[in-house]
């Protein structure tokens, strides 16, 4: 299949976000508020928020809101040199997120090229603070690559999340066009085959926007090479642009290719695949399985 050309201007019929709603959401909504505790599910205006919230996961950013990478697909604020982050945060932010009645909680960052290690430890901190408060709760951690540095992968993997996940975003090709010039297709694979290196028994994830002009072969190559380095959790989205000043959507992807994709990954040997157009990095349905998973795997005689 070739990559298409053609820019679509209206969105299709099948790319609709149900509305939040329900007592969980409305419950979790309200003890946010009273905590301040901002998520990226309200700032991105993820579509999914109600579901998730309504299911007892949120997804918070550590390290400020000013990345220093500035990837043409994403709406964050860049600069050089952000704010200086603030060390109280991680204790502060373990302290909120424990007192938010949640069930499992995505840890985001911004890059933090300005720093030493990236903003490993402070991401590290926050997980170790949230499971000494809250054993129970499971915490992925959704980080950048860290100039692929394995000092810092390390300290994050050794703060022992429920998962470690990095997104690649897109396929080889479109990289260099999509990502920061100081992201990299390989750098993000040897980050993934580091962390599971460092520990095998951990699950990792990854997440592909579908959309910006991948071929069908691009995106089988792009299995196989996340297979090569051990990731088990796979999502598939639609990429909408945030604004005009971002890159154009090159093609809405019918319900039927992203089945048919799906399909094409498990065979792959992925152990989890959601795959639709509004599949987020950070979504419910996954969360779920990774939440069985990891019980299976505590309880006696589980695999």
């Given at each position: 299949m070739?990559?298409p ?9 099948w790319i609709?976000?149900?509305l939040?709603?329900g007592p969980?959401?409305s419950?979790?909504?309200t ?15 993820c579509p999914n928020?109600?579901?998730c919230?309504s299911?007892?996961?949120a997804?918070?950013m550590l ?6 990478r500035?990837c043409?697909f ?6 050089k040199t ?6 109280d ?6 302290q909120l997120?424990s007192?938010a009645g949640?069930r ?9 090229d ?12 926050t997980i170790?603070?949230?499971?000494r408060?809250?054993p129970?709760?499971l ?10 540095q394995p000092?810092p ?7 022992a999340?429920?998962?470690?996940a990095?997104?690649?975003?897109t396929?080889?090709r479109?990289?260099?066009t ?13 980050v993934?085959a ?5 520990r095998?028994?951990?699950?990792t994830k ?9 071929t ?5 190559q792009?299995?196989?090479h996340?297979r ?5 959790v796979l999502?598939l989205?639609?990429?909408?642009r945030?604004s005009?000043k971002?890159l ?7 319900p ?12 792959h ?5 959601a ?8 979504y ?7 939440e069985?998973?990891?019980?299976d795997?505590a ?5």
């Open positions: 070739s990559a050309t053609r820019t679509p201007r209206r969105l299709p019929t609709r976000g149900r939040p709603g969980e959401y419950a979790l909504k003890r946010l508020r009273e905590l301040g505790l901002a998520t990226v599910c309200e700032e991105a205006r928020l109600g579901e919230w299911g007892g996961t997804t918070v390290l400020g809101e000013i990345c220093t500035g043409r994403c709406a964050v604020r860049t600069m952000p704010p200086a982050p603030d060390p945060e991680p204790e502060h932010m373990a997120i007192e949640l499992y909680v995505v840890l985001t960052m911004v890059d933090r300005d720093l030493p290690d990236g903003g490993a430890d402070h991401v590290a901190r170790e603070g949230l499971q408060r809250v129970e709760l915490v992925e951690a959704l980080v950048g690559d860290f100039q692929g000092g992968i390390q300290r994050v993997i050794d703060s999340p429920a998962v470690f990095h997104n690649v975003e396929v080889e479109l990289t260099p999509v990502r920061d010039p100081r992201c990299g297709y390989r750098q993000s694979l040897d993934l580091q962390a599971k290196r460092m095998p028994e951990g699950l990854t997440s592909l926007m579908l959309g910006l002009g991948e069908d072969a691009e995106l089988e792009t299995f196989l996340l090569e380095v051990g990731v088990e999502t989205g639609q990429y909408l945030p005009a971002h154009e959507v090159v093609e809405f992807v019918h039927d290719r992203f089945a048919d994709l799906e399909q094409r990954a498990r065979s040997g992925f152990s989890y695949v795959s639709g157009a509004m599949v987020r990095s950070s419910r349905a996954a969360e779920l399985f990774v069985r998973r990891l019980r795997t309880s006696p005689g589980g695999s």
